[in-house]
């Protein structure tokens, strides 16, 4: 499954999945629109119904080689996969996920800071399927051991966390899972796996929402789990029995995006540091909450494990208040109001995360969350700055 093992990073986004049945004469694998494939006879169909991999072609649903070719170069970003299935979305990614690995009566384990519609999955649909979720502290690391039930089956993390940015001890919660025969996921979002392998730390399943870096641009919903041996099967199984697919379009858009996912997250880790430290010194703010500036939590795990930094971050001003906020996001010019993030321009958002929290008081009030763009930073600091000015 894997294509352009043995090369760094960079050169994987750009060669991973382009096999030559693939793309043909092209440099890219064009947009394959198919439903219907036709066999040349029966005794070819009978052939092409005892496969399911993908590259074998089958029917529509099991995708072509435009999706083939995108969850391929997927795979070999993540040194130890075997596999990568696509989603419509990355709430569907994370969905599909978490539904191959857990059975009625199981336990979870979900960390605190999670992305809010992951809490939702739990509380309002694994819930009503016999499926419990206990909430962690994101900063618990190996101590996490004491949470773990007879009947706990997996451990799902996302580092750094959404809208509070503390960043996790992977590997510690990694070995305690392999102790107690647990399974890991994370949602890898943020980093990307250019910039935190989570295989090689020994995660089962990394979700990204290729929605945000990966496509980059903003005019795509799609998701993605990547997977190691021991998870793949069911991983497959499930995504296959709920009908999850990706349209080719969409598929095509993504690995195009993908190909410069590494100049543009360098772009975005330079322009999010030199924002991040200017607001540090502006008397207006409270703290940064960057995983790569020490005020963040974790910020030591950060410097350990990640290779750079996306260009998301939050920060608190000294006053406050949501009203405080609210009047900086809007005497913005360069940042649009917006959900999502990873696309090339910036977003600043208020956000309440006391909203999403219940295991522990993440002891903020309103974060002003930056995705910090393409653009040019002086002219995003200058923005910045009037707006500051205003308050
Ligand atoms: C960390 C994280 N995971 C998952 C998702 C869900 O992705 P999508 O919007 O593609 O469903 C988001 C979306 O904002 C996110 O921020």
């Given at each position: 499954?894997?294509?352009?093992?043995g090369?760094?990073?960079?050169?994987?986004?750009?060669?991973?999945?382009r096999?030559?049945e693939?793309?043909?004469?092209?440099?890219?694998?064009?947009?394959?629109?198919?439903?219907?494939?036709l066999?040349p006879?029966t005794a070819?169909?009978?052939?092409?119904?005892?496969?399911n991999?993908?590259?074998?072609?089958?029917?529509?649903?099991?995708?072509?080689?435009?999706?083939?070719?995108?969850a391929?170069?997927?795979?070999?970003?993540?040194p130890?996969?075997?596999?990568?299935?696509?989603?419509?979305?990355?709430?569907?990614?994370?969905?599909?996920?978490?539904?191959?690995?857990?059975?009625?009566?199981?336990?979870l384990?979900?960390?605190?800071?999670a992305y809010?519609?992951?809490?939702?999955?739990c509380?309002?649909?694994?819930?009503?399927?016999?499926i419990?979720?206990?909430y962690?502290?994101?900063?618990?690391g190996?101590?996490?051991?004491?949470?773990?039930?007879?009947e706990?089956?997996?451990?799902?993390?996302?580092?750094?966390g959404s809208?509070?940015?503390?960043v996790?001890?992977?590997?510690?919660i990694v070995?305690?899972?392999?102790a107690r025969?647990?399974?890991?996921l994370?949602?890898?979002t943020?980093?990307?796996?250019?910039y935190?392998?989570?295989?090689?730390?020994?995660?089962?399943?990394?979700?990204?929402?290729?929605?945000?870096?990966?496509?980059g641009?903003s005019?795509?919903m799609l998701?993605?789990?990547?997977?190691?041996?021991?998870?793949?099967?069911?991983?497959?199984?499930?995504?296959q029995?709920?009908?999850?697919?990706?349209?080719?379009?969409?598929?095509y858009?993504?690995?195009?995006?993908?190909?410069?996912?590494?100049v543009?997250?360098?772009?975005?880790?330079?322009?999010?540091?030199?924002?991040?430290?200017w607001l540090?010194?502006?008397?207006q703010?409270?703290r940064v909450?960057?995983?790569?500036?020490n005020?963040?939590?974790g910020?030591?795990?950060?410097?350990?494990?990640f290779e750079?930094?996306?260009g998301?971050?939050?920060?608190?001003?000294?006053?406050?208040?949501?009203?405080a906020?609210?009047?900086?996001?809007?005497?913005?010019?360069?940042?649009g109001?917006g959900y999502s993030?990873?696309?090339?321009?910036?977003?600043?958002?208020?956000?309440?995360?006391?909203?999403?929290?219940?295991?522990?008081?993440?002891?903020g009030?309103?974060?002003?969350?930056?995705?910090?763009?393409?653009?040019?930073?002086?002219?995003?600091?200058?923005?910045?700055s009037?707006?500051l000015s205003?308050l």
């Open positions: 499954m894997k294509d352009g093992g090369t760094r990073p960079a050169t994987t986004v750009v060669q991973g999945g096999r030559p693939w793309t043909g004469a092209a440099v890219n694998t064009p947009v394959w629109r198919a439903s219907t494939i066999y006879d070819a169909l009978k052939e092409g119904l005892k496969t991999a993908d590259g074998d072609w089958f029917y529509g649903r099991r995708g072509t080689p435009t999706q083939w070719s995108f391929e170069a997927l795979t070999a970003l993540d130890g996969a075997v596999g990568t299935m696509l989603y419509p979305s990355g709430a569907a990614a994370v969905a599909g996920a978490l539904l191959s690995v857990l059975h009625p009566g199981d336990h384990l979900m960390v605190d800071s809010d519609p992951t809490r939702r999955l509380d309002a649909y694994l819930a009503q399927r016999g419990t979720t206990t962690y502290d994101p900063l618990i190996g101590g996490i051991d004491a949470l773990v039930r007879p706990t089956r997996a451990i799902f993390m996302e580092s750094p809208l509070t940015f503390e996790q001890d992977v590997p510690a070995a305690v899972a392999k025969g647990l399974t890991t994370i949602d890898n943020w980093a990307t796996p250019l935190l392998s989570v295989m090689e730390m020994g995660v089962d399943l990394s979700i990204v929402a290729c929605t945000k870096y990966i496509v641009h005019d795509v998701g993605s789990v990547t997977s190691g041996a021991a998870t793949w099967d069911a991983l497959r199984l499930t995504a029995v709920l009908g999850q697919c990706v349209s080719p379009d969409d598929a858009l993504a690995a195009r995006g993908l190909r410069t996912l590494a543009r997250m360098a772009k975005h880790c330079d322009s999010g540091l030199t924002v991040a430290h540090q010194d502006q008397p703010v409270a909450l960057h995983p790569a500036v005020d963040c939590p910020h030591d795990l950060f410097v350990r494990d750079g930094s996306a998301l971050f939050g920060f608190e001003l000294a006053d406050g208040s949501p009203e906020a609210a009047k900086f996001v809007d005497a913005l010019h360069h940042f109001i993030w990873g696309g090339y321009e910036s977003l600043a958002l208020p956000v309440e995360p006391s909203r999403c929290r219940s295991a522990v008081d993440w002891g009030g309103t974060i002003i969350r930056l995705h910090i763009g393409l653009e040019d930073p002086r002219d995003l600091i200058a923005d910045l009037q707006a205003q």
